[in-house]
């Protein structure tokens, strides 16, 4: 008798298991999946639209996103928030080991950002203390501003959402001289977002000697 009692509770076991999984994937849904989920797509090319924007750097000087931060370089960006525990996180570590991997070459041939989709809390203060906590180095512009103004910004890249907590987990490299820029969705390889900014170099170079 104890084998007829014990398999119904297991079985109680598991459907309280099951529905407790799909209880926390459905409180989920006001914010980011988690991070298994996050699968990266095959990178794409993409249309962005920016303009001279005024914004504010982590050390709360106003830049122009345009002329000031993308300059005439190689870029890579992508877009956070402070108080996310769940994918901002691992973008932000993902870009770090782009930044190692860059070496030198960031803040001169290329330059790493992130914009943030929380303007309203997301102080330049906050953006300072979220970089350092991820060993941050520079050469790598953190961004935040007036809502309406970042929010206007976001869609250009494709990366607004109207709940700030179910913004898509892009990448996006870029060459802010040729226009040409290539979206990595979800959690990419940082070798292979390295190897787009290559890309990008050796086609610079290659117009150059033709």
């Known amino acids: 008798m104890k084998h007829a009692v014990v398999r119904p509770l297991a079985l109680l076991v598991s459907a309280l298991v099951l529905s407790s ?69 691992v973008l932000t570590a993902l870009l770090a080991q782009v930044q190692t991997q860059l070496g030198e070459r960031v803040g001169k041939e290329v330059q790493l950002v992130t914009i943030t989709v929380d303007p309203a809390r997301d102080t330049p203060a906050r953006l300072t203390e979220y970089a350092a906590k991820h060993g941050v180095k520079p050469g790598w512009t953190w961004l935040t501003g007036p809502t309406g103004t970042v929010n206007d910004v976001l869609k250009g890249f494709g990366a607004y959402a109207p709940n700030f907590e179910d913004h898509p987990p892009l990448v996006l490299v870029g060459d802010a001289r040729s226009g040409n820029w290539t979206r990595f969705f979800g959690f990419s390889d940082p070798k292979d977002i390295v190897a787009k900014v290559d890309e990008l170099s050796h086609a610079r170079h290659a117009s150059h000697q033709h």
């Not at 999984?21 to 980011?32: C, I, M």
């Not at 370089?73 to 769940?86: E, N, P, Q, R």
């Open 21 to 89: 999984s799909v209880a926390a994937a459905e409180d989920h849904s006001h914010h980011h999946p988690p991070p298994q989920q996050q699968a990266a797509e095959k990178p794409a090319a993409v249309q962005v639209k920016y303009a001279d924007t005024a914004l504010l750097d982590q050390s709360g000087k106003q830049v122009r996103l345009g002329s000031d931060v993308f300059g005439d370089k190689l870029v890579v960006i992508d877009f956070a928030y402070t108080s996310c525990t769940t994918v901002c996180p």
